[in-house]
């Protein structure tokens, strides 16, 4: 059984809860898993709360041969390596200069049995588990459970294989958002991505709304964030920067056991 712990309770735990929910809103289906691409990509997300003009978190996804880079703007989070050749997914902390990994059979096998370990409607509910896409018009997607709404606005992207590419990307972070201490279950974005893939298309803005009780005397609240996002096969020069680097740090960092790491 997932502990309802793992749900945030606070105003910043729910804001990076939701950031987690809208950056990996796409392609969390078990038919990914495993898949290999070959042609560059990258892709920039925007994420905002309600209705700053500001982005509060930007993500640079990088595709190169197999190996997924995922680039987050904040220097406090680790720099991830989706390393499908070597089956590996590798996480880089800069500031503390560590390294821990963990093997994508791990991952498939976690998610599977987190799915199989929540058997009460109630628990299942909460977590949007066996949630019903709805299509709506002009390549818009719609799932709604307990507190919580998506609206999805998709789009075709440029390059047919762009979707199957930036799917594949996402469902490796969906899983790894089940295996790491403070994830929250993504099964309710495995429905809709699922939908979106088998469309062949890729979610050019999303919006969340989520209900929450925070605060010593819970509060009853309401999150609301949205994203932003852009494909491209032209990967800038800073960016390719930063997968070298990565490369080194995957080397000379200290290597810790991925039960030891701390998030």
Not at 43 to 54: A, D, K, R
């Amino acid at each position: 059984m997932i502990p309802p712990n793992r749900l945030p309770t606070n105003r910043i735990d729910v804001i990076r809860f939701v950031t987690i929910i809208v950056l990996a809103v796409y392609a969390c289906g078990s038919n990914l898993a495993g898949q290999l691409v070959a042609n560059d990509l990258f892709v920039v997300t925007e994420v905002y709360q309600g209705e700053q003009p500001e982005p509060v978190e930007i993500h640079e996804i990088a595709m190169v041969e197999g190996v997924f880079y995922d680039f987050p703007s904040k220097d406090d989070q680790p720099w991830t390596l989706f390393d499908l050749p070597q089956s590996r997914v590798v996480l880089l902390d800069r500031k503390r200069k560590q390294r821990t990994s963990i093997s994508t059979e791990d991952l498939i096998r976690i998610t599977a049995q987190a799915d199989a370990a929540v058997t009460d409607p109630d628990m299942r509910r909460r977590f949007g588990m066996d949630g019903v896409v709805e299509q709506g018009s002009a390549g818009e997607l719609h799932l709604t459970y307990d507190q919580t709404r998506y609206q999805v606005h998709a789009a075709t992207p440029e390059r047919s294989e762009w979707a199957l590419q930036y799917g594949q990307f996402v469902d490796w972070a969906c899983r790894l958002n089940i295996a790491r201490p403070r994830g929250v279950p993504p099964f309710a974005r495995m429905r809709l991505n699922e939908a979106m893939t088998r469309q062949g298309v890729y979610p050019q803005r999303i919006e969340v709304e989520m209900g929450r009780k925070i605060g010593v005397d819970p509060t009853p609240v309401i999150v609301r964030l949205s994203s932003r996002t852009t494909l491209s096969s032209t990967i800038n020069p800073e960016t390719r920067k930063r997968i070298q680097e990565a490369h080194s740090m995957r080397v000379l960092f200290a290597e810790i056991p991925w039960d030891e790491y701390e998030y």
